[in-house]
């Protein structure tokens, strides 16, 4: 696929790289293609020096919702071109940007108060649709839908421009050539000897050999065994083995019962393919004996860790599920994007417990009116600051993936100039 949606939550460093040389220096020429600031003069601001004030035209919407403003309110988008045809125009680009905000509800066509948003390009076959998630009306654009329609909206494109590429579904098992030979039995005989037949073809006669078989050619024809002197836990090990090489060449192989390893054995551990709900039982029992509230706040960190956390890995895991069945078939839609809904789900309660770190520090300690009560201020512009605290523009600078798994991090605007590794290509 090579349509990539992210989330970022620091737009200014986002623009930085988009308009800066890039990790490989592979950014030419970034200019701006099309874009919708409702009134803030986006042309003029997208010179290196301006980036800064942008970023704030384009956060404005978000800034106006105070602490109601989600913790990665910058939507991104990455298309990429087919290598093999000619680039498509700037003005073609624009065309893609503006169809693709409208699909996925980012700026629907005729909608007065849509989201703000811009799109550039940096690179040749390539643009970057850059939104924030607050719309002009107060209200805030819900993107649980988002890939289904980008993807829906991209192979209408796909088939009018012919200049996009799509992918083409994957071939079924059932459509795959298989071997045009005779089913081949594996089965032991009265004599105690374990007997391989229908195996004529040199193909299976070559895998059998390499598994362990003898070959015998006579009056009954071409057979394979295993002599009666192989002890039976060899044969069972042989036989299994050679009917999984088989199989995997496409072969139709009956093994007898007696000769499957896998039903004569049961698994060691029957929750070993659970191995991840295994470890958060144990994170589950270091956050039950944490002794106070440090010890808590690093055993949660394990849950809640922005990009190795289990919520994250949960989250990707659902997204990437949903992206799959679509893969797999078109026509499952609906079950993909209950997936989707899913990892918005799981990344509302990320955003729930964003900067949770300090008060579970405080957990057991000191109660929270007698520790603040010394630092209270009556001061307006005290409690407008501590306010705006929450908002992306002091928020710390993090860009995570949110809909097709890509995790890229970006500094704090305060301790240094705003830099991110720039959007999955």
Same mark, same amino acid.
């Given at each position: ?23 490989r ?5 970034p ?10 003069? &986006? ?5 290196p020096?301006?980036l800064?004030?942008?970023?704030q035209?384009?956060?404005a ?13 910058? !939507? ?11 680039d498509l125009?700037?003005?073609? !680009?624009?065309?893609?940007?503006? =169809? ?17 948003? #811009? ?5 040749? =076959?390539q643009?970057h ?15 649980? +839908? ?42 032991? @005989? ?6 391989? %037949? ?8 070559? #895998? *059998? %050999? /390499? ?5 015998? $050619? ?5 057979? /394979? ?9 060899? $044969?069972?090990?042989i036989?299994?083995?050679?009917? @999984? ?14 000769l ?27 956050i +039950? ?6 010890? *808590? ?15 994250? =890995? ?9 992206? /799959? &069945?679509?893969?797999?078939?078109? @026509?499952?839609?609906r ?17 729930? *417990?964003?900067?949770? @770190?300090?008060?579970l520090? =405080? ?13 209270r ?5 005290a ?12 928020? %710390? ?12 991090v ?11 590794s720039?959007?999955?290509?």
């Open positions: 696929m090579i349509a990539h949606l992210q989330r970022a939550s620091n737009t200014a460093g986002l623009l930085a790289y988009l308009y800066g040389p890039g990790e220096g592979d950014h030419v020429n200019r701006l293609v099309a874009g919708d600031g409702h009134g803030a003069p &986006i042309e003029l601001l997208t010179e020096g301006s800064s004030y942008l970023a035209a384009l956060d919407p978000v800034e106006r919702l105070g602490a109601r403003a989600p913790a990665r309110p910058t !939507w991104v988008c990455s298309v990429r071109s087919d290598p093999r045809l000619p125009t700037d003005a073609q !680009w624009a065309d893609v940007a503006r =169809r693709l905000v409208s699909a996925t509800g980012i700026a629907p066509d005729g909608d007065p108060d849509a989201c703000r948003w #811009i799109a550039l390009r940096n690179q040749l =076959r643009m649709v850059v939104a924030t998630l607050a719309r002009e009306d107060g209200g805030l654009h819900h993107g649980y +839908r988002d890939a289904f329609r980008l993807q829906a909206e991209y192979r209408r494109i796909a088939a009018e421009l012919g200049h996009l590429t799509t992918a083409s579904p994957p071939t079924s098992r059932a459509q795959e050539t298989s071997v045009p030979a005779p089913p081949i039995t594996i089965s032991s @005989e009265f004599s105690g000897s374990v007997v391989a %037949k229908g195996a004529n073809d040199d193909l299976s006669a070559v #895998i *059998l %050999k /390499h598994a362990g078989f003898q070959q015998i $050619q006579d009056w009954h024809g071409r057979r /394979h065994r295993l002599p009666t002197t192989t002890p039976v836990a060899d $044969q069972v090990a036989a299994s083995h050679a009917a @999984e090489m088989l199989r995997a060449a496409r072969y139709d192989v009956a093994l007898a019962p007696s499957d390893v896998a039903r004569m054995s049961t698994p060691a551990n029957p929750l070993e393919s659970y191995a991840a709900g295994a470890a958060l039982l144990q994170i589950t029992d270091e +039950r004996s944490a002794a106070n509230g440090e010890g *808590l706040r690093r055993a949660v960190d394990q849950l809640l860790h922005p990009e190795h956390g289990a919520l994250e =890995r949960v989250r990707e895991a659902l997204e990437v599920a949903g992206e /799959h &069945i679509n893969d797999l078939d078109d @026509e499952a839609y079950l993909a994007d209950r997936f989707g809904f899913a990892a918005d789900f799981v990344c509302s309660a990320q955003s729930e *417990l964003v900067d949770s @770190e300090d008060e520090r =405080r957990v057991g300690g000191p109660s929270r009116s007698e520790a603040e009560a010394p630092t201020s009556s001061n307006p512009s409690s407008r600051s501590a306010a705006l605290a929450v908002s992306p523009a002091a928020a %710390k600078a993090e860009i995570v993936t949110s809909a097709f798994g890509n995790d890229v970006e500094s704090r605007p305060s301790a240094r100039p705003p830099h991110a720039g959007p999955r290509r």
